[in-house]
């Protein structure tokens, strides 16, 4: 299994972001995928997750109405368009196989991108 995340950068408060998360190793189309992410000084947080078929999603409480994930199963990628952000979003991102609201669960994940939101 390897995942790959990318997308991530600085961004003043309010932008946008899309992280994208490159699957190999298994076949995609068949698992769930999540998204989780560790801010300085903190522990993993869930953020997402998305069904196989990418017919279900959840989302963490305080991510609801700003972020969104979504997959396309023919490319095996794994995408979270990120909207209004907050300083408080400033983490490293890491994509996970399966579906899983327990973040130190999530494996195996990526190596993380970094996303800063600052002004």
């Known amino acids: 299994v390897q995942l790959v995340e990318s997308g991530g950068g600085m961004v003043q408060p309010g932008g946008s972001l899309r992280l994208s998360c490159a699957a190999s190793?298994?076949?995609?189309?068949?698992?769930?995928m999540t998204w989780v992410r560790q801010a300085p000084g903190k522990g993993l947080e869930w953020v997402s997750s998305?069904?196989?078929?990418?017919?279900?999603?959840a989302y963490a409480e305080s991510m609801k109405g700003r972020f969104t994930i979504s997959r396309d199963n023919d490319r095996y990628t794994l995408f979270l368009q990120m909207n209004s952000l907050k300083s408080d979003d400033t983490a490293v991102y890491y994509c996970?196989?399966?579906?899983?609201?327990?973040?130190?669960?999530?494996?195996?994940r990526g190596q993380g991108t970094q996303v800063t939101v600052s002004s």
């Open positions: 996970a196989k399966g579906w899983t609201f327990n973040a130190t669960a999530a494996l195996p």
């Open positions: 190793g298994f076949t995609f189309e068949f698992f769930p």
């Open positions: 998305i069904s196989s078929k990418g017919s279900n999603t």
